[in-house]
């Protein structure tokens, strides 16, 4: 029984373009409580089954799921000669950090979304043939008695059957067994699979974590503080942003919002007309949130927060000077982009959805 996918240069749907796959990661960055926690518990001979890993995309949870999972196969039990590590980190030499990396370790198995051959795509969730893997796993990978793990990346994309699955093994764990389960949004998680696992919660990284993460990934960029700030914590999202010409896109949104409130509609049409494909118009989009949300954010709390793109304190101020004015913007926010959204949804031009967009920010109340 393959315990992994055997074909590696298909699509991986647990990587992030631009990005080498969690697996690869020799470190873990910002999330130092939350290795020491399961390191506690590895310590204590009392491992919990389940850990629920959470928190926005982007910041490492897959990265810290393979990092326990990778400790979990790599580590002796009672820790070895000199006691229990005080670290996840393992030798990227050691043979089950190489076969881990190689996605051949007998005693791991990845849970994600499966590659069509015929088709030549991914699927959209994760199957109930995928959890069903599962039993033949623990069968197989018990023969050496040794501990196993099992990383389902995430499991948000588990359809009503998989959840199902996956809850019947969590109510009936095997022995020496860890279940790792990435989650970006844990409300969409059955509740019992959610009761039945150790919860890890994971916070946005800090600026120099987050620039470690990016130069681990292969990103280092004097972008660093600007991306820091418009990724919101995330990596991930940094990566993807730094990809796709975010900032400068951002910098363009901010302007426009600058020429308020008599909104320049030739910046307007401009940005219309040149973010009418399918990935820049989810760009726009995300970004235009994220400067909705900081309005929002400037009135609620009376100061703007750290300056994205140089002179955006003063448009924030100006525009949401007040607690009234932050809760009107959080208003528009609400409906803005998911309008747009359901305009492409049924095949709406995109350009022009934009430019619908820019005109009810200017007739905002």
């Known amino acids: 029984m393959m315990v992994a996918d055997p074909d590696i240069e298909a699509p991986e749907p647990d990587r992030l373009p631009g990005a080498p796959h969690p697996r690869h990661a020799a470190r873990v960055f910002g999330h130092d409580a939350a290795g020491a926690e399961f390191l506690s518990a590895h310590a204590s001979g009392r491992l919990h089954h389940a850990w629920l890993v959470t928190g926005p995309r982007g910041i490492g949870k897959a990265t810290l799921s393979w990092a326990m999972a990778r400790f979990l196969l790599a580590t002796p039990e009672g820790g070895g000669l000199f006691g229990a590590p005080d670290s996840l980190d393992i030798d990227p030499g050691d043979p089950v950090a190489r076969r881990m990396a190689a996605l051949s370790e007998p005693r791991l198995m990845l849970i994600r979304r499966p590659w069509n051959d015929k088709t030549e795509r991914?699927?959209?969730?994760?199957?109930?043939?995928?959890?069903?893997?599962?039993?033949?796993?623990?069968?197989?990978?018990?023969?050496?008695?040794?501990?196993?793990?099992?990383?389902?990346?995430?499991?948000?994309?588990?359809?009503?059957?998989?959840?199902?699955?996956?809850?019947?093994?969590?109510?009936?764990?095997?022995?020496?067994?860890?279940?790792?389960?990435?989650?970006?949004?844990?409300?969409?998680?059955?509740?019992?699979?959610?009761?039945?696992?150790?919860?890890?919660?994971?916070?946005?990284?800090?600026?120099?974590?987050?620039?470690?993460?990016?130069?681990?990934?292969?990103?280092?960029?004097?972008?660093?503080?600007?991306?820091?700030?418009?990724?919101?914590?995330?990596?991930?999202?940094?990566?993807?942003?730094?990809?796709?010409?975010?900032p400068d896109l951002y910098a363009r949104i901010a302007a426009l919002f600058r020429s308020l409130p008599r909104m320049d509609r030739q910046l307007a049409s401009k940005l219309a007309a040149e973010n009418g494909s399918e990935e820049r118009f989810d760009l726009f989009l995300t970004l235009t949130d994220?400067?909705?949300?900081?309005?929002?954010?400037?009135?609620?709390?009376?100061?703007?927060?750290?300056?994205?793109?140089?002179?955006?304190?003063?448009?924030?101020?100006?525009?949401?000077?007040?607690?009234?004015?932050?809760?009107?913007?959080?208003?528009?926010?609400?409906?803005?982009?998911?309008?747009?959204?359901?305009?492409?949804?049924?095949?709406?031009?995109?350009?022009?959805?934009?430019?619908?967009m820019c005109l009810s920010i200017a007739r905002r109340p």
């Open 122 to 246: 991914l699927a959209t969730q994760i199957t109930i043939d995928e959890t069903r893997k599962l039993k033949g796993f623990f069968q197989m990978s018990s023969a050496d008695g040794g501990a196993r793990a099992v990383i389902v990346d995430s499991a948000d994309e588990m359809n009503t059957a998989a959840s199902n699955a996956l809850l019947k093994v969590l109510e009936e764990p095997p022995a020496r067994a860890v279940l790792f389960l990435v989650s970006h949004q844990p409300a969409r998680l059955l509740p019992t699979i959610r009761s039945r696992c150790r919860t890890l919660r994971l916070n946005p990284l800090g600026p120099g974590d987050h620039a470690a993460a990016l130069a681990q990934a292969g990103h280092e960029t004097e972008a660093g503080e600007t991306l820091h700030l418009l990724s919101e914590g995330s990596a991930g999202d940094a990566i993807r942003l730094a990809e796709a010409g975010g």
């Open 290 to 356: 994220r400067f909705l949300a900081r309005l929002a954010r400037t009135g609620s709390l009376g100061e703007p927060p750290a300056e994205i793109v140089p002179g955006e304190a003063e448009t924030l101020s100006r525009l949401s000077p007040d607690p009234a004015a932050g809760r009107a913007w959080a208003e528009l926010a609400q409906g803005l982009t998911a309008k747009a959204r359901r305009g492409r949804a049924v095949n709406l031009d995109p350009s022009a959805l934009i430019l619908d």
